[in-house]
């Protein structure tokens, strides 16, 4: 008896201590809470904030400092009111100073609001603050709204210094700040790089800006009911579509005896969740997305929150997340990271690198499309911005701080054009020298092809302007295509024949051949070559050079060998294309379409998306050709280019056909089409068939509606098709053909169901990893996505194909 009456003690003790251990509070070494401008203390939320006074021991207290009287305007903040009503003003840079106990990571966090009194216009501020040789702002302005800006810096030495900078004939001001410790475990020393294998993003020596720290089930968490003082803000404005959602809140089912801990997320978020609303005997192929604004060029360290509090059964919580079109997991398995526990909390860190767009897209899924009761929900999610190389966490925006700055920018800009046009006039007439000498060796030796580089053409229009490509002497295309023989042409078009030419390091080429005078071929011409000249990607048809020589149009490309997807399709005796291969030409093209609209500042829209503009390699990889009626996209500032309708019949956007505003959105439109094109095996406009039947977009569109899209699906591959795939695909399609290109998707999100629907498909043999354009399953698991291959990377250079031509040009031309 008095053994288990031992044993009892003993598990007594240790309960206890567990309980001591999971309610225990983090105590911060450091915890400086400052009421700037205040003469006396303030209470906010049990948090007590010390007046900064004019004897602070923490402020250098300059002569033109003053203290801001209260306000008798009502503020309204999540963070107390009170903390808002006074400010410190600074007319000169001044510091705040912080002894630090403890190195390590603290808070930053600064509040703002612009006081209006007779002396002081607080909205008309414009000033920086740095800490630690970080920026945190730079030349700011705070609006007429409350602020507070939270950073992470890791601080090494024993004190921790605040500046504000006021810019040039303004002055700097702050109302209330913290620095407070952090938990030595909150933040990763290091964290995954998604879109790259095994790479890993060190972040101890970086500052972090909280970008967004948002709580799922449409509930927001105030500071108060966080130990760290934290803002959890609502995720509903952030829902892309709330119609698929259930929000879900059991805040009691949250168990943090094992998982993370409360200082990483209280039991307020870890007890709600935004999940995929499945109804019984249901499966649902949806995914819920939430859209985030951010500053392209950063990094982000994005946390994600979860803890099953949806469902108490044993089945496997599968799911996929990704962040924009990069995959986290393509099988992400919490049951397995938390043996299966209900109510356990679990956090995944990983960093993305945000180049052009502004939107930050994050999404989770069901792992199966055939999954019953598919379980997919999160909890939370945080996104933090991590200083750049320079230690920068804001956007200067100094080209705008004086007129004086306007005026030494306009000159120096002035110089540097009249220094690059008197650099390229002397590059253009020793290039004019050199090509002269080089076209007299090739009359001596006619096997070999010099090429020269014009890097400052005046066209024949008048025009003048950069015309960049290699260009080849007439008398190399003339021995490549033996003499434009017509038993070499392999395609004829509006501009021209296409004739198979080889050049003489036996490199196969499709030169093609301009046969009209007019303004608009030779438009045309050279709009293609400076489209051309600027991109290289595996989707997109590569430029060898050109010729302009004795008024000849003529554009070298590199051969495709399986010829327009059109030619596949119908009105030739090629072999048929199967199911998957034509929806790997659709992600291809996509994927080469989706480059040309993000891949640059300015999107390039193409204008003429069609299947006889998609070719074909030995492989039977897509990519897009003929860029003659390409156009550069809108100014950041405008929604549209004002322009003269030009394409293709039967693929024209209604919208442009109309109003004759063309917007990137004019391709997605094109891309539909040819996407029921690919689908039915059939012309776009046939006036041989019934009447109905004419235009493909009207019948296909009819029996989508239907929901009968297998009636038009083309009879060679119809028992090929899996009826979630086919169903997906039309959706898609009939997105793409909607009448107003608001409702439109872009081609990244076309891109990104288009993968989906492959997945849906099934596995087909897997190729060798040389094949890009493998089973989506292949393509995941690698830690790969669309991404990859639609922002430039080098697994999209086409110009590797191009390596042996060009190398031997360069050779060339340097010996």
């Known amino acids: 008896m008095r053994i288990v009456e031992n044993i009892r003690i003993v598990i007594w003790v240790l309960s206890i201590l567990c309980s001591l251990r999971f309610s225990l509070q983090f105590e911060p070494p450091d915890n400086y809470l400052i009421d700037c401008g205040s003469s006396s203390d303030v209470s906010v939320n049990d948090r007590k904030f010390v007046a900064d006074g004019f004897n602070s021991s923490f402020l250098e207290t300059p002569n033109d400092i003053s203290v801001k009287n209260r306000s008798s305007i009502a503020i309204s903040s999540t963070f107390g009111s009170a903390l808002f009503e006074t400010a410190r003003i600074f007319n000169e840079t001044s510091d705040y100073t912080f002894p630090i106990r403890k190195p390590g990571r603290h808070w930053i966090r600064l509040y703002f609001y612009p006081l209006v009194n007779k002396n002081y216009n607080l909205s008309m501020a414009k000033f920086s603050v740095s800490a630690q040789g970080f920026t945190l702002l730079k030349d700011h302005q705070i609006q007429n709204d409350t602020l507070v800006k939270e950073y992470s810096v890791n601080i090494s030495s024993n004190s921790l210094v605040l500046t504000f900078t006021p810019s040039a004939n303004s002055s700097a001001f702050i109302n209330a700040l913290e620095v407070v410790s952090q938990p030595d475990h909150l933040l990763p020393k290091e964290a995954r790089t998604i879109g790259s294998q095994g790479r890993y993003r060190n972040l101890q020596k970086q500052a972090l800006e909280t970008v967004e720290r948002v709580n799922m089930g449409n509930v927001a968490v105030p500071p108060q009911n966080d130990i760290l003082g934290r803002l959890w803000v609502s995720d509903g404005s952030y829902l892309a579509h709330n119609s698929s959602v259930m929000f879900v809140s059991k805040e009691d089912a949250v168990d943090f005896t094992t998982g993370s801990s409360k200082e990483i997320a209280p039991?307020?978020?870890?007890?709600?969740?935004?999940?995929?609303?499945?109804?019984?005997?249901?499966?649902?192929n949806v995914n819920i997305t939430w859209n985030f604004d951010v500053n392209p060029g950063f990094e982000y360290l994005i946390r994600f929150h979860f803890c099953d509090i949806v469902s108490s059964s044993t089945q496997n919580r599968l799911s996929k997340v990704y962040v924009n079109s990069w995959s986290v997991s393509r099988n992400f398995d919490l049951s397995n990271q938390t043996l299966n526990s209900f109510g356990t909390p679990y956090f995944i860190d990983v960093v993305e690198m945000v180049s052009n767009n502004p939107q930050l897209k994050v999404s989770i899924g069901p792992f199966s499309a055939d999954e019953q009761f598919p379980l997919v929900f999160l909890n939370g999610l945080e996104i933090m911005k991590v200083s750049d190389s320079?230690?920068?966490?804001?956007?200067?925006?100094?080209?705008k701080s004086s007129s004086k700055t306007k005026i030494a920018v306009i000159v120096g800009l002035s110089a540097g054009l009249f220094i690059a046009v008197v650099l390229a006039m002397l590059i253009f007439i020793v290039c004019r020298r050199r090509r002269k000498l080089a076209l007299v060796g090739h009359s001596k030796t006619e096997d070999v092809a010099v090429i020269g580089m014009e890097n400052n053409h005046v066209n024949r229009t008048g025009i003048s302007g950069l015309k960049t490509g290699y260009r080849f002497p007439l008398s190399v295309i003339q021995k490549a295509t033996d003499n434009f023989s017509e038993n070499l042409v392999i395609g004829v078009g509006g501009f021209g024949k296409v004739y198979e030419g080889v050049l003489s390091d036996n490199t196969k080429v499709a030169v093609k051949r301009g046969v009209s005078e007019s303004n608009q071929g030779l438009r045309e011409f050279w709009t293609e070559i400076e489209m051309l000249s600027q991109f290289r990607h595996r989707h997109l048809v590569s430029l060898i050079g050109y010729c302009d020589e004795q008024n000849e149009m003529i554009i070298i490309y590199e051969f495709m060998e399986n010829g327009t997807v059109k030619n596949h399709l119908y009105g030739s005796d090629v072999p048929t294309l199967s199911w998957r291969q034509r929806l790997e030409i659709c992600i291809g093209s996509a994927r080469g379409l989706h480059y040309l609209h993000t891949g640059s500042t300015k999107a390039i829209i193409h204008r003429d998306v069609k299947s006889a503009?998609?070719?074909?390699?030995?492989?039977?990889?897509?990519?897009?050709?003929?860029?003659?009626?390409?156009?550069?996209?809108?100014?950041?500032d405008k929604t549209h280019v004002s322009t003269a309708v030009k394409g293709s019949f039967g693929y024209l956007d209604p919208e442009?056909?109309?109003?004759?505003?063309?917007?990137?959105?004019?391709?997605?439109?094109?891309?539909?089409?040819?996407?029921?094109?690919?689908?039915?095996?059939?012309?776009?406009?046939?006036?041989?068939?019934?009447?109905?039947k004419v235009n493909l977009v009207d019948w296909a569109m009819k029996w989508q509606r239907r929901g009968q899209l297998e009636e038009v699906v083309d009879p060679r591959i119809a028992d090929q098709i899996k009826p979630d795939s086919l169903k997906k695909f039309g959706e898609i399609a009939e997105k793409c053909l909607a009448e107003n290109s608001v409702f439109r998707p872009t081609m990244g999100d076309v891109l990104w169901n288009l993968e989906y629907v492959l997945q849906l498909q099934g596995v087909d043999k897997r190729r060798s990893r040389n094949d890009e354009l493998s089973s989506p399953v292949d393509h995941l698991e690698t830690g790969e996505s669309t991404a990859e291959f639609s922002m430039g990377s080098m697994g999209d250079i086409a110009g590797v194909s191009m390596s042996k031509v060009f190398a031997q040009m360069m050779k060339e031309e340097i010996s």
């Open 656 to 692: 442009y056909l109309t109003r004759q505003q063309l917007t990137e959105k004019s391709d997605v439109y094109s891309f539909g089409v040819v996407m029921y094109e690919i689908l039915c095996g059939r012309p776009v406009i046939d006036p041989s068939l019934p009447r109905e």
């Open 267 to 284: 039991s307020s978020v870890y007890g709600t969740a935004t999940a995929l609303n499945t109804t019984e005997g249901s499966t649902i």
């Open 613 to 636: 503009n998609i070719l074909l390699d030995e492989n039977f990889m897509a990519k897009v050709a003929d860029f003659g009626l390409s156009k550069t996209g809108p100014e950041i």
């Open 390 to 399: 320079r230690g920068g966490l804001d956007v200067s925006d100094s080209f």
